[in-house]
Nanobody, 118 residues
Framework: QVQLVESGGGLVQPGGSLRLSCAAS????????MGWYRQAPGKQRELVAG???????KYADSVKGRFTISRDNAKNTVYLQMNSLKPEDTAVYYC????????????WGQGTQVTVSS
């Protein structure tokens, strides 16, 4: 049974940082592309950052230079380091696993809330 468990969300002031983690089980983690998506109230879910099984990364224009995605195959975990956070980054962040593509949705996590507010 595939399971993705996110952690690390919370309330942070504008300009602050957070690090999200997503621990995977039930899959051969190293062969999956992993992605972080987010969904704000009233908006569609969007890809924030993705990383292929080979380590290539992709970012939404809105987070380039501020967010960094990484993976540790030994720990079956993908991370999202978020710096210089803005109020518009407020959303529920979801971890996604896709076999062969970060745009494929083979499994989703339950989501973790990130709120950027003073």
């Amino acid at each position: 049974q595939v399971q993705l468990v996110e952690s690390g969300g919370g309330l942070v002031q504008p300009g602050g940082s957070l690090r999200l983690s997503c621990a995977a089980s039930g899959i051969v983690f190293s062969i999956y592309a992993m992605g972080w998506y987010r969904q704000a109230p009233g908006k569609q879910r969007e890809l924030v950052a993705g990383i292929t099984s080979g380590g290539s990364t992709k970012y939404a224009d809105s987070v380039k230079g501020r967010f960094t995605i990484s993976r540790d195959n030994a720990k079956n975990t993908v991370y999202l380091q978020m710096n210089s956070l803005k109020p518009e980054d407020t959303a529920v962040y979801y971890c996604n696993a896709g076999l062969g593509s970060m745009y494929r949705s083979d499994a989703w996590g339950q989501g973790t809330q990130v709120t950027v507010s003073s």
